[in-house]
């Protein structure tokens, strides 16, 4: 389930089941020490993204990108920022279509286009983004994160949308979205010397990827080597339980905690 704040409208997370896709409600720590949680507040909020839900479905089933443009006018009245649209709206709804797509609901092809709409629906979210932070710093020379996917998953958007609500957390990152090989990720964390690698995976079978990075990781000096924290389709689904010396994170909220666990 998908976890909103009742007031201030931020999307906090999830939370088990993983495959249900409604909304529920929780007050973020901003929030908490201003006013109490209230029900009925909640109530009508979740109404307002379940509708945001079901129109970006829609729109994507279409192949509508016009109707995108007027759900993020909407958006503005109803205080919900692009950055938790990206997250709380359009990233679960490509897990719900490899859903479909899984129990042949949905054919390849369609679900392709669907991602493609995604693809270019998630640009026109990041742009506005992008403009409503038109003060933006120059990248550090240090990420704090370095994303990658993990060699066999060619989906990229997933880490593209994780790599900007982490930022809008003031949480530094690097994306590497293109095929990269072992001996340039190891380059990358010598560049920028990360405290977390996050990896993207999909299937299964893509756990040997991540214990290829494991092992090179564990052989760098202590100063250089960073946690290794697994994500993804094949997490979430539980069709990966374990990999050794890596990390799995079901929730992306809880990448803030280990965030905050760094810094202390």
Known sequence: MLRWCSYCQQFLGEVAPYENLAITHGVCPACSQKIF???????????VLKGLQDQFYEA?????????????????????????????VLAPLLYQVGEEWKQAAM????????????????DMIT?????????????????????????????????????????????????????????DLMMQIHKFHPSMVLISVALAEQAAGVLDVVEHIANLPNHLRPRVIVGGYAVKQGLISAIPGAELVTDISSLLHTHSEQRV
Do not use: M, Y
């Open 60 to 88: 994507g089933r279409r192949n509508d990108l016009k109707a995108v443009e007027r759900i993020i006018e909407k958006s503005d009245d109803t205080k919900i920022r692009a950055v938790d649209i990206l997250v709380g």
């Open 127 to 183: 742009t506005k983004v992008a403009n409503q932070n038109s003060a933006d710093k120059a990248l550090p020379e240090r990420a704090e994160a370095l994303l990658i996917n993990v060699s066999g998953n060619s989906h990229t958007l997933g880490i593209r949308i994780l790599a900007l609500w982490l930022k809008e957390k003031d949480i530094s990152t690097r994306v590497l979205d293109e095929a990269i090989g072992i001996d």
């Open 37 to 47: 949680a209230d029900d009925e507040s909640g109530l009508d909020h979740a109404l």
């Open 107 to 122: 054919t390849v092809a369609e679900e392709h286009r669907f991602t493609a709409f995604c693809e270019k629906a998630s």
